[in-house]
T-cell receptor
Framework: GAGVSQSPSNKVTEKGKDVELRCDPISGHTALYWYRQSLGQGLEFLIY????????KSGLPSDRFSAERTGGSVSTLTIQRTQQEDSAVYLCASSTTSVGGSYNEQFFGPGTRLTVL | RKEVEQDPGPFNVPEGATVAFNCTYS??????FFWYRQDCRKEPKLLMSVYSSGNEDGRFTAQLNRASQYISLLIRDSKLSDSATYLCAVIVMDTGRRALTFGSGTRLQVQP
């Protein structure tokens, strides 16, 4: 079946502009995660959506970052007034809901490579 | 101290060799453990979950040592195609968050 998809695959923007990144999770996956990967920082968590619950935003690095998930499926990550340090690969992952306290496996999309000039 | 630590390598091994990586985690409330494989400029791909009793998938064996707080990945009969960065990841139960915390990865280069 189809995996996690993300768009655009690459985005080059100028400092100060806003960008929107999109993620389509695997059909039927209720949990959706955003991570970013940059040189020297590794993979870091940004935000987590689970069903209709309030998202866990604890990983967002600043208030310029926000995300929403409409209809429990597609998610958009928005970065306002982009800075050069926002340059990274933004990865989306999804998983099924865990049962009995276990944590289900997360599957990643191909990512959006963001370059802020 | 980082929550999840890995030797960055690189590990350079000949084809057919057996190679093992360790990954240590600092939070004893870590509950779920995974190994991912990441090729250059690609997304991480799930290699295997790590179960308490250890588990095997073909040439790959994963082990969990809760007492010493580490997980390991053993690759037998290495292939050229195994060359990649191997990331370990954990989920910490006490945060209530189900996001993965990753190590920085161990690079493996299998040579002909």
């Amino acid at each position: 079946g189809a995996g996690v998809s993300q768009s655009p695959s690459n985005k080059v923007t100028e400092k100060g502009k806003d960008v929107e990144l999109r993620c389509d999770p695997i059909s039927g996956h209720t949990a959706l995660y955003w991570y970013r990967q940059s040189l020297g920082q590794g993979l870091e968590f940004l935000i987590y959506f689970q069903g209709n619950s309030a998202p866990d935003k604890s990983g967002l690095p600043s208030d310029r970052f926000s995300a929403e998930r409409t209809g429990g499926s597609v998610s958009t990550l928005t970065i306002q007034r982009t800075q050069q340090e926002d340059s990274a690969v933004y990865l989306c992952a999804s998983s099924t809901t865990s049962v009995g306290g276990s944590y289900n496996e997360q599957f990643f999309g191909p990512g959006t490579r963001l370059t802020v000039l | 101290r980082k929550e999840v630590e890995q030797d960055p390598g690189p590990f350079n091994v000949p084809e057919g060799a057996t190679v093992a990586f360790n990954c240590t985690y600092s939070n004893s409330a870590s509950q779920s453990f995974f190994w991912y494989r990441q090729d250059c400029r690609k997304e991480p791909k799930l290699l295997m979950s790590v179960y308490s009793s250890g588990n095997e998938d073909g040439r790959f064996t994963a082990q969990l040592n809760r007492a010493s707080q580490y997980i390991s990945l053993l690759i037998r009969d290495s292939k050229l195609s195994d060359s990649a960065t191997y990331l370990c990841a954990v989920i910490v139960m006490d945060t209530g968050r189900r996001a993965l915390t990753f190590g920085s990865g161990t690079r493996l280069q299998v040579q002909p």
